[in-house]
């Protein structure tokens, strides 16, 4: 069964779904009984090999496929290799900013019993030209997880990375763990009849944020509502994470007259003002919401389109266009406070994995965001070329 992660070209959507089956069975001493462990000594990739060995076969039971191979991709797609620089900077980074935080926060048995048995890198998108998407990564039964796009990876910018590679992982292993020890029904209980699986890439993020909602792909359905709500809150910063939140505290409206059901696609606000206080019925509305834009994070777009990435941003571009406009705030009539519920769904999270995990998500997140502030790429890269050179008979 291949599931699948897309990105909608005219909207930059991500869809993340589901894996199929837990990853905790018995999978004995080591799933690759008949491959040797031995790199080949004549191969510029041998001190590379050696490492991949090394830091995931022997260690987590994991192949770690960056060499793509037709078996393991999709034929109908035309694909494209993994470069050998990319591949191995993201799979050195993938143990450094994933395997290694669990590492640290529970010890490397945790992921080594609940994680992925195969990764494999795709250097370019699947690209789908019948709905406009494109393949960013896929999962399948717990037991594989592939990454498109790797040759697109900018290491200066881990908003990108995150978008692309990280919060996937982070997501797709808050499935293998809810699959194996299911998370609390009370959190099913917090948007009920507000979950839409069909046109969910159509909304914004301030609007679904309102109705109690991470990410637009959160409003889809509730288990893929729990799994954003563990992904982001592991890999957005503290900005993010609070402007997010102070979308969700909004009223939002489309300006739509009766946008009880405007359809696709349609913009959401949530500041107006009149500009002729002799028609005061006809109000200017502005202060929309992006999921990213090109630098990969949340974004309020102001009146010109201003773009503004804080709370702190938002609150300062008000108080100046204040001194020239009277601003109104749209009602927040919907009756659902956005931010209370998503607070309550990462409380949720929180004490699930405490309970049944024995991990502390807060802890893990400090991990998590302190090695994405600090990670030396030269550093990892040392540690291949640490590697003794083979010995070639």
């Known amino acids: 069964m291949n599931i699948s992660k897309y990105l909608k070209l005219t909207g930059a959507i991500a869809i993340l779904l589901p894996l199929a089956a837990c990853s905790g069975d018995d999978l004995g001493p080591s799933i690759f009984p008949d491959v040797s462990d031995d790199a080949d000594p004549n191969s510029y990739t041998y001190k590379f090999d050696t490492w991949v060995n090394r830091e995931f076969r022997d260690v987590y039971n994991l192949d770690f496929k960056y060499k793509m191979e037709d078996v393991e991709a999709d034929m109908n797609y035309n694909l494209v290799p993994a470069t050998f620089d990319k591949a191995r900077d993201l799979c050195l980074l993938t143990k450094y900013l994933w395997f290694d935080s669990y590492g640290e926060h529970t010890g490397v048995d ?14 370019s998108p699947a690209y789908n030209p019948n709905n406009g998407t494109e393949i960013l990564g896929l999962a399948e039964g717990g037991l594989k997880v592939t990454l498109f796009k790797v040759n697109e990876m ?32 009370e959190f099913n209980t917090l948007s009920t009849g507000r979950y839409d699986d069909s046109s969910w890439q159509s909304k914004d993020i301030g609007y679904v944020a309102s109705l109690g909602f991470i990410t637009p792909y959160a409003s889809s359905q509730t288990r893929e509502d729990f799994a954003e709500t563990i992904a982001n809150y ?71 389109g201003e773009r503004l990435y804080t709370v702190a941003d938002v609150e300062s571009y008000l108080e100046n266009f204040a001194k020239t406009h009277t601003i109104s705030s749209v009602a927040d009539d919907d009756l659902i406070n956005g931010l209370d519920i998503i607070n309550q769904k990462q409380d949720i999270a929180r004490k699930w994995f405490k309970e049944i995990w024995q991990l502390d998500l807060d802890q893990l997140r400090e991990i998590v965001q302190r090695r994405q502030n600090e990670f030396d790429i030269d550093a990892l890269r040392s540690e291949v070329d640490a590697i003794p050179d083979p010995v070639v008979k």
Not at 110 to 123: A, C, E
Not at 161 to 184: D, G
Request: glycine share 6%; net charge negative.
């Open 110 to 123: 945790f992921l080594k019993q609940y994680g992925p048995r195969i990764l494999h890198l795709v250097g």
């Open 154 to 185: 900018d290491l200066s910018d881990i908003n990108q990375m995150n978008e692309m590679y990280f919060r996937t992982m982070h997501h797709e292993f808050a499935h293998i763990l809810h699959q194996t020890k299911t998370y609390p029904v």
């Open 234 to 304: 592991l890999t957005r910063t503290d900005d993010a994470m609070e402007l997010i939140k102070w979308m969700a505290a909004q009223g939002w409206t489309t300006g739509i007259e009766g946008d009880i059901d405007p359809g696709d696609d349609v913009t959401y606000y949530c500041r107006y003002f009149i500009p002729d206080a002799e028609k005061p019925d006809e109000k200017e509305y502005f202060l929309y919401s992006q999921e990213k834009d090109h630098t990969y994070r949340p974004v309020i777009i102001g009146y010109n």
